[in-house]
């Protein structure tokens, strides 16, 4: 790029990403996030956006994964030269040792980068999320839980949260050091004579949150550009770079229109994503069932994807919008199981799904399509010809999950709206309202 961009990122999932777009974009600081590491032709396409992002699958691989995979990541990232660089997370912090482990993260990215110490943001009020002298807590519906209550993440399929003490959870991760600081009770320290390596800085409102943007740029850039943390990272930095005189504020977007018809493919087993699909059904959207186990094993496989393909098709030619599924909850049994760290399974299932919505895509010319679930977009993104996303519209009682623009490999092809959804986000009329550009609840 010409010019060294304001902030660099690596979203350890793909809705993850979108998210970290949609905080800065939103604030007029143009974004582009890449599918994959780009070529020169293709970073010379988005010379223009100030801040540039890599979508990854870290939160669902192991940590030998991150051993091979995340150094050339981050040493790519660091090439950019940013202000700030960013590890994103997910805010609900949902990791183990295992499995999208960030404590093995901030390793690498601190040997990587050289650096001494990482901050560490979680809380980001605008999604619901906060913490408070090192807890993490969570909306859910009308009501905020600590997260290992929280009636979804304590009970993840895969990750399920049971320690809110996000440094104590960390501790099984990782050994290196940390502690906590917060604007209202007393700073946790290392052992006697022990810098730490990792930094919780509290955010649970408006006051925290500049308190947390003001001290990540204090320490910069003495300390080194990297951080780690969900899109509160990013949230906290908008207000800071504003009270810096930096060009930030508020961007309009044109209104999404109605296309009629979309299709959606779900790997998600939250019991949000199932009332949003039942939602769905009964205002114009069909459900399609896939058999997970054949997409998973690969017994009936193909059979079970031709299926569902010739079923949506028949959906789409009526007027009507396929959404294929496979899952309408949780699950009786973990999807990890007899797989360390579930990771061949999200693989097989989210790529699977994946080629069916490239499928549709080609026979149908949608204009508009959608994905449901964080692990399943990762890995169901990588079949679809799509090199970079930008920022289409916000959901503005969605954060987190906004209408991006798929971009593809020819670039004088018109990009495709598209949406990345984790599983608990949104309300349960979501689908229908993104079909008919009703991006704000009634």
Same mark, same amino acid.
Request: proline share 8%; hydrophobic share 40%.
């Given at each position: 790029?010409?010019a060294?961009?304001?902030?660099?990122?690596?979203?350890?999932?793909?809705?993850g990403?979108?998210?970290?777009?949609?905080?800065?974009?939103?604030?007029?600081?143009?974004? /582009?996030?890449?599918?994959r590491?780009?070529?020169?032709?293709?970073l %010379?396409?988005? %010379? =223009?956006?100030?801040? /540039? *992002?890599?979508?990854?699958?870290?939160?669902?691989?192991?940590?030998?994964?991150?051993?091979?995979?995340?150094?050339?990541?981050?040493?790519?990232l660091k090439?950019?030269g940013?202000?700030? +660089?960013h590890y994103k997370?997910?805010?609900?912090?949902?990791?183990?040792?295992?499995?999208?482990s960030?404590?093995?993260?901030?390793e690498? *990215?601190?040997?990587?980068?050289?650096?001494a110490?990482?901050?560490?943001?979680?809380?980001?009020?605008?999604l619901?999320?906060?913490?408070?002298?090192?807890?993490?807590?969570?909306?859910?519906?009308?009501? /905020?839980?600590?997260?290992?209550? !929280?009636?979804?993440?304590?009970?993840?399929?895969?990750t399920?949260?049971l320690?809110?003490?996000?440094?104590?959870?960390?501790?099984a991760?990782?050994?290196?050091s940390?502690?906590?600081?917060?604007?209202?009770?007393?700073?946790?320290?290392?052992?006697?004579?022990?810098?730490a =390596?990792?930094?919780?800085?509290?955010?649970?409102d408006?006051a925290?949150q500049?308190?947390?943007g003001?001290?990540?740029?204090?320490r910069?850039?003495?300390?080194?550009?990297?951080v780690?943390?969900?899109?509160?990272?990013?949230?906290?930095?908008?207000?800071?770079?504003?009270?810096?005189?930096?060009? /930030?504020?508020?961007?309009?977007?044109?209104?999404?229109t109605? +296309?009629?018809?979309m299709?959606?493919?779900? &790997?998600?087993?939250?019991?949000?994503?199932?009332?949003?699909?039942?939602?769905?059904?009964? @205002?114009?959207?069909?459900?399609i069932?896939?058999?997970?186990?054949?997409?998973?094993?690969?017994?009936?496989?193909e059979?079970a +994807?031709?299926? %569902?393909?010739?079923?949506?098709?028949?959906v789409?030619?009526?007027? $009507?919008?396929?959404?294929?599924?496979?899952?309408?909850g949780?699950?009786?049994?973990?999807?990890?199981e007899g797989?360390p760290g579930?990771? &061949? @399974?999200?693989?097989?299932?989210? !790529?699977? $799904?994946?080629?069916? $919505?490239?499928?549709?895509?080609?026979?149908?010319r949608?204009?508009?399509?959608?994905?449901?679930?964080?692990?399943?977009?990762?890995?169901?993104?990588a %079949?679809?010809?799509?090199?970079?996303l930008t920022?289409? =519209?916000?959901?503005?009682?969605?954060?987190?999950?906004?209408?991006?623009?798929g !971009? &593809?490999?020819?670039?004088?092809?018109?990009?495709?709206?598209?949406?990345?959804?984790?599983?608990?986000?949104?309300?349960?009329?979501?689908?229908?309202?993104?079909?008919d550009?009703r $991006?704000?609840?009634?």
């Open positions: 790029m010409p060294a961009p304001l902030l660099s990122y690596y979203g350890d999932d793909f809705t990403s979108t998210d970290v777009m949609e905080a800065l974009s939103s604030h007029g600081i143009e974004t /582009v996030l890449f599918t590491l780009p070529d020169a032709e293709l %010379a396409r988005f %010379a =223009h956006c100030r801040a /540039v *992002g890599l979508a990854g699958t870290s939160r669902s691989r192991s940590p030998d994964w991150m051993d091979r995979e995340l150094p050339a990541a981050f040493a790519w090439s950019l940013a202000r700030v +660089c997370v997910c805010s609900t912090f949902d990791s183990a040792p295992q499995r999208g960030i404590g093995r993260a901030i690498i *990215g601190l040997r990587t980068f050289a650096q110490q990482v901050p560490l943001v979680v809380g980001a009020p605008q619901r999320r906060y913490t408070f002298l090192g807890q993490l807590f969570a909306g859910y519906r009308d009501e /905020v839980h600590r997260i290992d209550r !929280h009636p979804v993440m304590s009970c993840h399929p895969a399920p949260m320690e809110a003490d996000l440094l104590v959870h960390l501790a991760q990782t050994g290196l940390s502690r906590l600081d917060s604007p209202v009770g007393p700073v946790l320290s290392p052992k006697e004579g022990e810098e =390596h990792i930094v919780l800085i509290d955010v649970h408006e925290s500049r308190r947390a003001a001290a990540l740029t204090r910069q850039p003495e300390s080194g550009p990297l780690f943390g969900s899109s509160g990272v990013e949230y906290a930095l908008v207000e800071a770079w504003r009270a810096e005189g930096l060009d /930030v504020g508020r961007r309009t977007f044109d209104p999404l109605p +296309c009629g018809r299709a959606v493919v779900s &790997g998600s087993c939250s019991p949000t994503t199932a009332r949003q699909i039942e939602t769905a059904c009964a @205002n114009g959207f069909r459900s069932p896939v058999d997970h186990a054949a997409l998973v094993t690969g017994q009936g496989r059979a +994807c031709d299926t %569902a393909v010739e079923e949506a098709s028949h789409l030619e009526a007027g $009507l919008s396929p959404i294929i599924h496979t899952a309408l949780p699950p009786e049994r973990m999807p990890g797989d579930g990771t &061949g @399974n999200d693989d097989a299932a989210g !790529h699977a $799904l994946g080629a069916m $919505l490239g499928e549709l895509m080609s026979r149908h949608l204009g508009r399509i959608a994905i449901a679930g964080g692990d399943t977009s990762s890995h169901a993104l %079949a679809l010809d799509i090199q970079a920022l289409r =519209h916000p959901i503005p009682d969605s954060p987190g999950s906004p209408v991006c623009l !971009h &593809g490999t020819a670039p004088d092809a018109a990009p495709v709206e598209l949406i990345l959804k984790g599983g608990q986000i949104g309300k349960d009329d979501y689908f229908p309202r993104l079909r550009g $991006l704000t609840g009634d």
